[in-house]
């Protein structure tokens, strides 16, 4: 069975440098896209970074050059670096896999089969 397990939600300041991570259980296929989403309060989940098969990297407009997605070789564990926090990057971060084969920016709800439960992000200025 999939499962998704996201840590290093914690608070921080505006200006500030975070790294989430996700473990990857139940398979390690490489030809899957991983993505994190995030929920602000209030607002939709909406992609933020995915990263598929040898490395091809998207972004949503409103971290592109803050924010780096990553895995480890042995695609186990999926990574956020982000960086010069803003406070609207407050909210709920979770690690997404489309679970099959797919080619391309993996940023859509529609595409997505395996969530995790979550991560707080809190950003404070």
């Known amino acids: 069975q999939v499962q998704l397990v996201e840590s290093g939600g914690v608070s921080v300041q505006a200006g500030g440098s975070l790294r989430l991570s996700c473990g990857i259980f139940?398979?390690?296929?490489?030809?899957?896209?991983m993505a994190w989403f995030r929920q602000a309060p209030g607002k939709e989940r909406e992609g933020v970074a995915s990263?598929?098969?040898?490395?091809?990297?998207y972004y949503a407009d409103s971290v592109e050059g803050r924010f780096t997605i990553s895995q480890n070789n042995a695609k186990s564990t999926l990574y956020l670096q982000m960086n010069s926090l803003k406070p609207e990057a407050t909210g709920m971060y979770y690690c997404?896999?489309?679970?099959?084969?797919?080619?391309?920016?993996?940023?859509?709800?529609?595409?997505?089969?395996?969530w995790g439960k979550g991560t707080l992000v809190t950003v404070s200025t």
């Open positions: 990263i598929y098969s040898v490395g091809d990297t």
């Open positions: 139940g398979y390690t296929y490489s030809t899957v896209c």
């Open positions: 997404a896999s489309t679970g099959r084969w797919f080619r391309g920016a993996c940023l859509s709800h529609d595409v997505i089969n395996y």
